[in-house]
T-cell receptor, first 118, second 115 residues
């Protein structure tokens, strides 16, 4: 496996279910991201995660919670979602430069997990 | 991050060069210009990035004006497989005080390559 792998590719869940999306990167990167893409809307950054620091977007509802057990794996735990949460959820990774440094930051994206909430 | 402006859609004939413009008049000195594309329902694919100088790789060329207020992505010989949404993103600062990426995606340009 190379690149960024997301599973499952498709998920249908009810509003009372608890499910998780998984992302795995094989690029040796140290930063991972969750983006959300709703129909006909731009990609929205949800979370940035690294070994050193987890950064949360304050506008993300608590029914979404990320987990990053190591630098290669990222999860998005879902519970009591709403139908409007139906979207394509994209994981990405990059080689972060660390606090205080600036430079180019190229993200590699996975193919996405298509979530439908009934 | 600086806001970018792109035309909503463009057409190109197969085999011809596709020139996709992007305006970023509020770009600051340490911000990079990135181009990504997204083929329907797939994850975005990185194409190229630049700071001040023009750049070329196996996929495309990036031309940045001297004042850095606009840029053009050039696909030298467009194919049908280049039909996608192309995003121009300007970013240089990290998110939450770090240097990790916060790429803010707009609506992009829908490029349609015709036979």
């Amino acid at each position: 496996e190379t690149g960024v792998t997301q599973t499952p590719r498709h998920l249908v869940m009810g509003m009372t279910n608890k499910k998780s999306l998984k992302c795995e990167q094989h690029l040796g990167h140290n930063a991972m991201y969750w983006y959300k893409q709703s129909a006909k809307k731009p990609l929205e950054l949800m979370f940035v995660y690294s070994l050193e620091e987890r950064v949360e977007n304050n506008s993300v509802p608590s029914r979404f919670s990320p987990e990053c057990p190591n630098s290669s794996h990222l999860f998005l735990h879902l519970h009591t979602l709403q139908p409007e949460d139906s979207a394509l959820y994209l994981c990405a990774s990059s080689q972060g430069l660390g606090r205080g440094r600036s430079g180019a930051n190229v993200l590699t994206f996975g193919a996405g997990s298509r979530l439908t909430v009934l | 991050d600086a806001k970018t402006t792109q035309p909503p859609s463009m057409d190109c004939a197969e085999g011809r060069a596709a020139n996709l413009p992007c305006n970023h008049s509020t770009i600051s000195g340490n911000e990079y210009v990135y181009w990504y594309r997204q083929i329907h329902s797939q994850g975005p694919q990185y194409i190229i990035h630049g700071l001040k100088n023009n750049e070329t790789n196996e996929m495309a060329s990036l031309i940045i004006t001297e004042d850095r207020k606009s840029s053009t992505l050039i696909l030298p010989h467009a194919t049908l497989r280049d039909t996608a949404v192309y995003y121009c993103i300007v970013s240089g600062q990290g998110f939450g005080g770090t240097s990790y990426g916060k790429l803010t995606f707009g609506q992009g340009t829908i490029l349609t390559v015709h036979p």
